[in-house]
């Protein structure tokens, strides 16, 4: 009933080059660090049965077959070749590439091959910082270029992402640290530091943060198991600066996302990510969302990582859920047809265009 | 299959007496002060699309229509046909309207000449303690004339109103504070106030509620976007005092204020305003609100400001979802047909006669 | 169009063995502690709604018949032919009495033989450590007795439960007090209590939760009306310590708790109280708890006190929804109906069977 465009995914990862057994495989269905509990596995979540509901026909498989005989199909076709057919049933026309995760994940360039898409990278704001950290021997040389390392990522990428938002106090001080206070945070951070060691001081990852907003570009921001509403501050002390915040993962925390994307102009929310992990719940918390947020502030994503059935189930999950809400709204007269439509292109891919520049 | 009452609305405004352009009347449909971001328009939200689904047919247009066309056969009409046409067709018997907001608006005799309904007052705490304070020479004096006019506002009006009640520190100190401690803030508020200065010291602000508290009068909170779980230990330290406590303008933490009302025999919960801000979900929402709560402490509000249009559209959302939700659960034989029609009435108008004392 | 399985409830409390009158059956239906508002009752709600629904036709009457005549039939039969006609109904094999209710209600062995069902206990920390200082002279000794008593309660019952956890800052210090820290702790609150005097500081309360994990046994936390993600960092810093957390009562925080369920292999989400006191609702409050949690995360409970009814309305409602619920998604082809049948296996009784050691 509605037509679904092809998608932009504004926030994803790339997939394993290698092949997967049934345990590293079942690895990347929970949450990322935790093994799944004594008697239980994660091919037991929604996910799980998303992943198995979806992706077994596009390997020529039946939907929910076991998951040994998934994993021995898969290897039959080798990783490369099932990445390939998955990718490409996705229906992704952009791929927004986080590029900000360790292990070996292809980047943007092999994963819009593989899908025949086009992808852009967004810069990760943490191990960006480290790196510089890394090459910089003392305070004032860290921070110099520290900001200049942000203005050149801003040249080559479509988007900042950080992951540290909801964790460096921003609910206490919205505003930027002084410079005297960076660098004696500097200081101190670069003194106890190892190389490679993570960036882990509040002051400097809010110094970090305000370096993104100044170089204008859209700013993605993880806020995890956190409520964003802690976010609320930041977002009061970035209005009108001329970089966008959007607000990612927010699940169970979704509806208060939306409730910011409505109350400030330059705040976005992500929704694709919470639905891929809600599986037959999409229709449900799409339709939250949906309660609260301009319609033009709401992106789609995937969230995806490692696994490419993770974007399929995203891509998968989210136009089925948006053709349900909005066609049942359409049958109801609650919305016209032609609305209906409307906004599907702008969640499915208009508004990332406008928001990220990428027409 | 449930017959609807005709409504008390017990938290409203008045509506605009000047004509509107498309920007002016946009403007109306999201968040007060906030433009709608750059390529967005807030037609594009529940709320938007809900006007355009209520509307248009009042006027003699099709559902759904233009935006444009709307308001053009809006100004054939003028703004007071056209306030006409759409009040006196919301079912409205009884209107509370809460008269302390800034702007042209009409008061409540105009409001019910316009509706042909009944209209009483709400008086806003703020509002009345800045006129208060414009008329204090002293501290001394301020108390006394505060304390005065709240007990004159308590015989003129049916209700008192706050929206600072979240802002004042209320999760950490429930309790009044002690005359000494009003006096000293009053003072430093005073001297560095300029004439029409907002009320902004906590520690007035909880004196003001506390004020409010003594006369009996039920009173109404707006938590804005704060969980309304901020205000439990005020509902602690206020049970049994006589005063009812309203909780408005929940959603997204319209579940928290369903929760309280049932905790708390004086805590009451507004439902109205949610469901006319999601417009196409207000039966979710509202089902949402009938979880916790029992059922003789919900109360209908528009919240509706400015435009006719949000009366109407918080009324028609309200019929619909209750009609649908309550038909529903009857169906299902989860509800017998003859309590679903009890409850109904309560939450119409049965519940807001008895706590106003509108009978 | 799924089987459902005899159900363990993983949480529950005895019944009363006193005829009741109207006023007091209602009391029952609420809040514990506080009456009706003015002008209402406590049958006016979703579990009262719930009641008149599932139990009449128990007795012989029909469903949504007049609350008083219902009691009218249940002092007809009296109230053990009551407890067991209604008991037997439910559908129950295995019991978790926490018997840490103050109150004449049925124990373990009697609530088992009343409803020809298996019955374990569950001890609840706070009275058992009352009951130590009532006989304990000494700082030191408390703490000794306190131990022991803790380990003795271990072998007799199959899990603790406490009511504390959100209370005494968790939040903020998750570790365990030092030896000092609880022996000053001790002996401030032996000086200050009388005897049966309630165990209400935060460092014993601390303490008290962390001898309880040395034991060994699942710990359930009721986080009555809080959000359970206080206890995000109690969950971290117990993991891999071999007890399990189970988080009871989370509505409307449920998805909270489905979250952290999902987020640390040693946390365990119960969902049956909530649907019991949601009615009509509850297959909607159980659709968003499989969200989030892993279904082997997951434990059904009624947390019925006082009522046999509120044992049969959590059972009914649990069942009801469960089959509504998945149901729907495996004619939706979300899940297979394999899949369906044995995750309502899980969550009804084999998840407790195995975190219980009930098997």
Request: one cysteine or more.
């Amino acid at each position: 009933m509605i037509d679904m465009p092809r998608l932009v995914d504004q926030s994803c990862h790339g997939v394993l080059r290698t092949e997967l057994g049934l345990g590293t495989f079942e690895a990347h269905l929970g949450p990322s660090g935790a093994p799944p509990a004594s008697g239980t596995t994660f091919f037991d979540t929604q996910t799980g049965f998303a992943v198995r509901r979806w992706c077994p026909p596009l390997l020529g498989l039946e939907p929910h077959c076991p998951p040994a005989r998934y994993l021995a199909r898969r290897r039959e076709l080798g990783v490369a070749e099932t990445g390939r057919r998955l990718l490409r049933s996705a229906g992704i026309a952009t791929y927004l590439v986080d590029t900000g995760l360790p292990g070996d994940l292809t980047g943007p360039a092999e994963l819009a091959a593989a899908s025949r898409a086009r992808a852009h990278e967004i810069v990760r704001l943490e191990p960006l910082a480290e790196q510089v950290a890394d090459t910089s021997g003392t305070a004032d040389a860290f921070l110099a270029n520290l900001t200049e390392a942000v203005q050149a990522a801003a040249v080559r990428s479509v988007a900042f992402s950080s992951v540290s938002a909801p964790r460096c106090g921003l609910a206490a001080v919205a505003e930027p640290p002084g410079r005297g206070e960076a660098r004696r945070a500097a200081g101190r951070w670069l003194a106890r530091r190892t190389a490679g060691g993570p960036l882990d001081d509040p002051v400097l990852l809010r110094h970090l943060l305000w370096i993104a907003v100044g170089a204008g570009r859209p700013l993605q921001l993880h806020t995890g198991d956190r409520d964003p509403a802690v976010l609320a501050g930041f977002a009061a002390a970035t209005a009108g600066l001329g970089a966008d915040l959007v607000l990612l993962h927010g699940s169970p925390h979704h509806r208060t996302a939306a409730r910011l994307a409505g109350a400030f102009p330059h705040v976005y929310a992500d929704l694709g990510a919470a639905l891929a992990a809600t599986g037959a719940r999409a229709a449900d918390v799409l339709a939250e969302v949906l309660e609260l947020a301009p319609f033009g502030k709401l992106l789609y994503s995937s969230g995806a990582r490692a696994l490419p059935e993770l974007h399929v189930v995203a891509a998968s999950a989210f136009r089925a859920a948006l053709g349900r809400v909005l066609g049942a709204w359409v049958l109801d007269g609650a919305w016209s047809r032609t609305d209906a439509q409307r906004v599907a292109g702008m969640i499915a891919a208009d508004n990332a265009t406008r928001v990220y520049r990428l027409g």
